[in-house]
């Protein structure tokens, strides 16, 4: 099923959107992020698509049935929440039955469905249990099986990792990312989380005040942003000036601003020259945080750990600059 966002708004007072226009489709089976700063509107558009707020302007489209008017428990999704909301006074087994049964399936088929999603999250043996015997990264298991039960046409995720400590988010996340394989179930899922979105996502809409920035696959999102806000947004860059020393020294044609990432720099012999500043040791890298002869600060990785103090020189090939 497609499912179609056109022309979305919504504001919670007069003059004040919180969603600004917003449109995008999601493809059959696709994994699709909305990814923004707090308080961007994402959630909103989320809630908008479960149907527990009606937008003020656009049509929301499955395929191509409007569900503008159609209240959530006629839509067919699901949603899986940061704080898990999984029922604590019902077992496992039933957490997942309750959607299939409420959908009035007989007993065999609710049966089949809640073994089949205890199988894909992996959860064989603990249909007994009570949700408070289960860990939180098997409880957000739980959501994700009852979720995955009632055979949704889109699964709404918000935020689903963000209550985990870190070992348990990067190995849900790569559950997720099998799960969903597996599955091919459609999902809006959104998260603040950049590196959640560029592993997880097929594609990623960044969002910004209400309104869209850029929709692209993860790698043109980060090595291709359109825009300032999504270049920042995405990690650690460097924006140079147009017209500035640097810029003519990277050969930047006039009037036009550009970027490179950290990563992109090489420290080379015949290269711009600059003076290390500061180094922080990362592990897997070294931040070396330094100055241009034009005074201009930058943020380099290396696997060099010059002295602070000593001139280096680096250069940006070419295809790692980033036209803004
Ligand atoms: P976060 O990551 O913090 O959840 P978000 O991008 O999901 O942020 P939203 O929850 O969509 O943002 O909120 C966008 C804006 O709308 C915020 O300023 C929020 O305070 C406001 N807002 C959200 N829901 C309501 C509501 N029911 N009534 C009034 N204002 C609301």
Redesign the pocket.
């Known amino acids: 099923m497609t499912i179609t966002v056109s022309h979305l708004v919504k504001s919670?007072s007069p003059g004040a959107r919180?969603v600004d226009d917003v449109s995008f489709a999601i493809q059959p089976g696709e994994m699709f992020f909305l990814l923004?700063p707090?308080?961007?509107?994402?959630?909103?558009v989320l809630r908008m698509l479960a149907g527990f707020i009606r937008p003020d302007g656009g049509d929301i489209l499955f395929d191509q049935r409007r569900l503008n008017d159609v209240p959530p428990q006629h839509r067919n999704t699901a949603m899986v929440f940061q704080n898990y909301a999984v029922w604590p006074h019902l077992s496992v087994y039933d957490n997942i039955a309750y959607g299939p049964r409420t959908r009035k399936l007989n007993a065999d088929s609710v049966h089949r469905r809640v073994t089949e999603a205890l199988r894909i999250v992996r959860l064989e043996n603990l249909g007994p249990r009570k949700p408070a015997e289960l860990s939180g990264g098997q409880q957000q298991r739980v959501a994700l099986a009852r979720a995955l039960a009632v055979e949704p046409d889109l699964i709404l995720l918000d935020?689903p990792l963000s209550n985990l400590d870190a070992r348990l988010r990067l190995e849900l996340r790569g559950e997720l990312q099998r799960i969903h394989r597996e599955t091919k179930t459609t999902c809006l899922y959104?998260t603040?989380d950049q590196e959640e979105a560029l592993s997880l996502a097929d594609r990623i809409a960044v969002?910004n005040r209400g309104k869209i920035e850029q929709i692209g696959p993860p790698a043109e999102i980060y090595e291709r942003p359109a825009n300032e806000f999504t270049a920042r947004f995405m990690g650690e860059i460097n924006i140079i000036e147009p017209d500035s020393s640097l810029a003519r020294q990277l050969n930047v044609p006039p009037g036009k601003k550009v970027a490179f990432r950290p990563e992109a720099a090489e420290l080379a012999g015949d290269g711009i020259d600059i003076v290390v500043q500061r180094t922080v040791y990362l592990g897997s890298k070294v931040e070396l945080l330094v100055k241009t002869s034009s005074n201009q600060e930058l943020k380099l990785w290396s696997r060099e750990m010059p002295a602070p103090g000593e001139p280096v020189r680096f250069h940006v090939p070419r295809a790692r600059l980033i036209f803004l």
Not at 38 to 44: D, E
Request: contains cysteine; aromatic residues 8%.
């Open positions: 919670f919180v923004g707090s308080g961007c509107g994402k959630t909103t935020e959104v603040h969002m």
